[in-house]
């Protein structure tokens, strides 16, 4: 499966809702799987529980669902918006990762 074919199925199970509606759905469905996500890493690291990979799983799951909702409602599609992140990617961090690259920002240019 690739990105579209995801984006389009994911997007079957979207309920309707007018444009704003829609947005503010995703964003807030993103925060609160995001928190899920955090939740158990939270368990793990803090509580010294075993990572429960299968839920861990589940909520990148549902982090990826909303993204594809999200990029719907924009207009987007995850594959762009997924090439354009590593084009960025790419030009903040020229060969690999560095904290030097990190904080310099080759990406963003000098009036931002």
């Known amino acids: 499966m690739n ?3 995801y984006q ?7 309920k309707e809702l007018p444009h704003r509606d829609a947005l503010a759905h ?3 469905g993103l925060a609160g799987e995001a928190g899920e996500f955090s939740d ?3 368990k793990h690291l803090i509580y010294g529980q075993p990572l429960d990979f299968a839920n ?3 909520e990148l799951g ?3 669902w909303y993204c594809a909702l999200a990029a719907n ?5 995850l594959e762009t918006v997924a090439r354009m992140n590593l084009e960025k990617l790419a030009a903040r961090y020229p060969e690999s990762y560095s904290d030097y690259h990190a904080k310099a920002r080759l990406d963003k240019s000098d009036e931002n």
Not at 8 to 14: D, E, I, K, P, V
């Open 56 to 58: 861990a799983r589940e």
């Open 3 to 5: 990105l579209a074919e």
């Open 8 to 14: 389009s199925l994911a997007n079957r199970t979207a």
């Open 40 to 42: 158990a890493i939270k």
């Open 62 to 64: 549902d982090i990826l």
């Open 26 to 28: 995703a964003a807030m």
């Open 73 to 77: 409602v924009l207009g987007f599609s």
